[in-house]
């Protein structure tokens, strides 16, 4: 029997017998709390994602406001899938990024090594300094689908989640977070930073090189975030099926106007306009909103983006582990764009359009590509 299931029959025997009819209660870090009630679906299907998520992430955050809601219902040939948004509020556990598995790893690691060269430690250190550490609530959001098979049964339930463009499914233990795995990830990248600076002349080239610089990271997280819809439920049709989610009221329609011939399809557009609020400057006709046609409209399309953007030296090619918040998060086949949100170690997250995505969690995937911008 597969963990998730096994996890999942679990939490319906603690809480089957909870005293409240329907729904979940009030102490969201109480697992025993939750109550699934098995006649009604759409409340069984709800709490069993929140039962998940709450199980999942306890360990490293405090979680509230936890809602979830069936978006799509699609028949297959032998079960019905639900697509759940979910979302919450989560706050690390720790009190300082120190005490972090990954980086608890990542020291360990740099303790153990023979000889290491003062850059390399204080690109490390530098590394730390950057992680998305803080002691205030972030918002998460993501979509699990649900396959139900025979729910009369209280069985056959196998879950998945999205990848954020409503197209490829991934087994739900990628999602599950395990600190010795954290631990032994930040090892690894201790030996990767080190193998990758070991040449470096200066600490202001490592710096340099790992994409931290004049470019305000912050402020173009906090711009994405401005400008996004939350928790948005309702479908934006483009006259095929109603797969977009949006709520263009929340858009930045004064200084960037919407444009009919985007139709849905802004992620490009924007991304751009959070990294110039982060310091990344116009060029005219170069990069330009729809003053650009002949350089490969690269304000408002994903390649042409990319290409500008990598020409021009304002990305370099980074990994998983080091792309924090207001860098970049490409789908491998140049599909889609995000602008990544945050990276604190426990987990990773972008903000983005096409549909609305506030703080959207992603894993490690040969889906993405990741780039870390500077400015200098």
């Known amino acids: 029997m597969k963990k998730t299931m096994f996890a999942f029959l679990l939490v319906v025997c603690l809480v089957i017998s909870a005293s409240s009819a329907y729904g979940i ?11 699934i009630d098995p006649y009604n679906t759409e409340k069984f299907i709800n709490s069993a994602a929140e039962a998940w998520l709450l199980q999942n992430y306890k360990e490293f955050y405090d979680i509230k406001d936890v809602h979830a809601d069936i978006i799509r219902t699609h028949k297959a040939e032998t079960a019905t899938n639900y697509t759940v948004a979910i ?15 990954f980086v608890q790893g990542m020291y360990a690691e740099m303790s153990n090594m023979e000889s290491i060269s003062g850059v390399a430690k204080e690109s490390i250190d530098q ?5 998305d550490f803080t002691n205030e609530y972030t918002p998460l959001s993501l979509e699990i689908v649900i396959a139900v098979s025979d729910l009369s049964k209280g069985a056959g339930l196998t879950m998945y989640f999205q990848d954020g463009m409503d197209t490829t499914l991934y087994p739900i233990e990628a999602l599950e977070l395990d600190s010795k795995q954290m631990y032994q990830d930040g090892r690894s990248t201790v030996s990767a930073i080190v193998a990758a600076y070991k040449d470096v002349a200066s600490y202001q080239d490592v710096v340099s090189l790992m994409g931290y610089s004049s470019y305000n990271r912050v402020a173009a997280r906090d711009y994405a975030f401005a400008w996004v819809g939350s928790n948005v439920t309702s479908c934006y049709d483009d006259g095929s099926s109603c797969t977009v989610r949006q709520d263009r009221t929340l858009w930045n329609n004064t200084t960037y106007p919407y444009i009919s011939s985007l139709k849905h ?9 959070s990294i110039k609020a ?14 650009d046609g002949n350089n490969g409209w690269s304000w408002t399309y994903v390649p042409g983006l990319k ?9 370099d090619t980074s990994t998983f582990a080091a792309a924090n918040a207001g860098n970049i998060l490409i789908w491998s086949d140049e599909s889609h764009v995000a602008l990544i949100t945050l990276n604190d170690t426990v987990t990773h997250r972008f903000t983005a359009h096409t549909s609305d995505r506030y703080n959207y969690q992603f894993t490690n995937s040969s889906s993405y590509n990741y780039y870390t911008i500077k400015t200098t």
């Open 278 to 291: 982060g310091g990344i400057p116009v060029e005219s006709t170069k990069w330009d909103r729809f003053n």
């Open 25 to 35: 209660n009030a102490d969201v870090n109480n697992v025993s709390s939750i109550t």
């Open 307 to 315: 290409s500008y953007m990598t020409g021009k030296g304002y990305w």
């Open 87 to 101: 979302s919450c509020m989560t706050k690390l556990r720790v009190a300082s990024a120190e005490e972090l598995p």
């Open 127 to 131: 590394y730390v300094d950057k992680i």
């Open 265 to 273: 399809n802004d992620c490009a557009d924007f991304v751009s306009q």
